[in-house]
């Protein structure tokens, strides 16, 4: 799944994901959701990809993109 970060507190490691899609679905992280992964902590808005683990929360993020997103690439205006 892809999505931005909605909250995140590095203290307690809780934090909230949404979905990119139109239902704006809301995910809590998994306890190990950071676990393995580059992130140290999150910030709001940062994109990411997650999956979902039994309990259906957001676990193993992974760097998300615009163009994991699947965004329109910027392009430079014609002169």
Do not use: C, H, N
């Amino acid at each position: 799944m892809q999505g931005v970060v909605k909250s995140y507190d590095p203290a307690t490691r809780d934090g909230v994901v949404i979905t990119d899609t139109v239902e704006m679905a809301e995910y809590e992280l998994a306890t190990d959701a950071l676990v393995g992964s580059v992130f140290r902590m999150l910030r709001p808005g940062q994109r990411v990809i997650f999956d979902l683990d039994q309990q259906s929360r957001a676990t193993s993020l992974r760097l998300g993109s615009e163009v994991d997103m699947g965004t329109p690439a910027w392009q430079e205006p014609e002169t």
